[in-house]
């Protein structure tokens, strides 16, 4: 703060208040605080909550591609040709040719499953009289 003085003796009374004025003034401290809104907040929060839930939703697009193109290769290996439906388009999406997807599918998990518990694994050895029930 800058306090104006003035040098006549007339002033004195004006001067002396001004003087205790600035030494009041010069004890003040201010301490800056940001005036956010509660609901910015949330806003924000949510915003990363949904950065994430689309991270997340990429994520399990490209294994759902991945298991797509294994899957058609698998079929391809048997001699079969299947034609999965773009589920972004609704290309292909009638009730037949998802039930033939369906089960095709589920075919050929059983067929994996039996293929991979036929095998003489280590683990097929441990797991042997085990049961899951």
């Known amino acids: 703060m800058i306090a104006c003085l003035s040098p006549s003796d007339l002033n004195i009374e004006e001067n002396i208040s001004t003087l205790t004025y600035a030494a009041k003034t010069a004890e003040i401290i201010n301490e800056p605080t940001r005036n956010d809104d509660p609901s910015f907040k949330i806003i924000e929060e949510q915003k990363e909550h949904i950065f994430q839930l689309e991270s997340e939703m990429q994520a399990a697009n490209e294994h759902i591609n991945f298991l797509t193109s294994l899957i058609q290769q698998k ?3 048997n001699g079969e040709n299947i034609q999965i439906p773009n589920y972004k388009t609704n290309q292909g999406m009638n009730k037949s040719n998802i039930s ?8 050929f998990i059983e067929n994996e499953n039996n293929r991979i ?13 085990v049961s899951f029930n």
């Open 100 to 107: 033939k997807i369906v089960n095709n599918s589920n075919n």
């Open 75 to 77: 079929f391809k290996e």
């Open 117 to 129: 518990l036929n095998t003489d694994s280590p683990i097929n050895k441990l797991l042997e009289g």
